[in-house]
């Protein structure tokens, strides 16, 4: 559980921020039944990663990811993932094979956007 915190590459007020912030993650959640809540990001490539199901992100508040420069505020490639009363500022929501993924009660401001990615399963090869 990640609870009332605060995650950024560099410091909210900096002058002159350090060139990769952009190629980092700020939370990465690769297990599953993981809860996200209260949580602010901001100066990061990608504000968290849910790789896992069962999870629930509430409250998550990303800003500074700059979508506009290849950074997304919540990444989901699994099923079975819960987003809830967020607040995306001029950040995107990725969700990759979006089964049984709910986004509820979640704005988005400026640049902020819902992406919806369906992508081919993976097939077993024949020999």
């Known amino acids: 559980m990640v609870h009332e915190a605060w ?7 900096a002058k002159r921020p350090f060139d990769g912030w952009n190629a980092t ?6 297990g599953n039944d993981h ?3 209260d949580v602010i990001v901001f ?5 968290i990663n849910v790789t896992h199901g069962a999870s629930l992100v509430t409250g998550l508040h990303c800003w500074n990811d700059a ?5 997304e505020g919540i990444i989901v ?3 079975s993932v819960r987003i809830e009363s967020c607040y995306l500022d001029y950040t995107a929501m990725v969700v ?4 049984g993924v709910t986004v509820s009660d979640t704005f988005f401001l400026g640049m902020g956007n819902l992406v919806v990615r ?5 097939q077993p090869q024949r020999p």
């Open 7 to 13: 995650f950024g590459a560099v410091y909210y007020d």
């Open 25 to 30: 993650t700020a939370i990465q959640l690769q």
């Open 96 to 99: 990759h094979n979006p089964v």
């Open 77 to 79: 490639r699994s099923n």
């Open 35 to 37: 809860v996200v809540h």
């Open 43 to 47: 100066a990061a490539g990608v504000a």
């Open 118 to 122: 369906a992508e081919q399963a993976c």
């Open 67 to 71: 979508t506009a420069l290849g950074g």
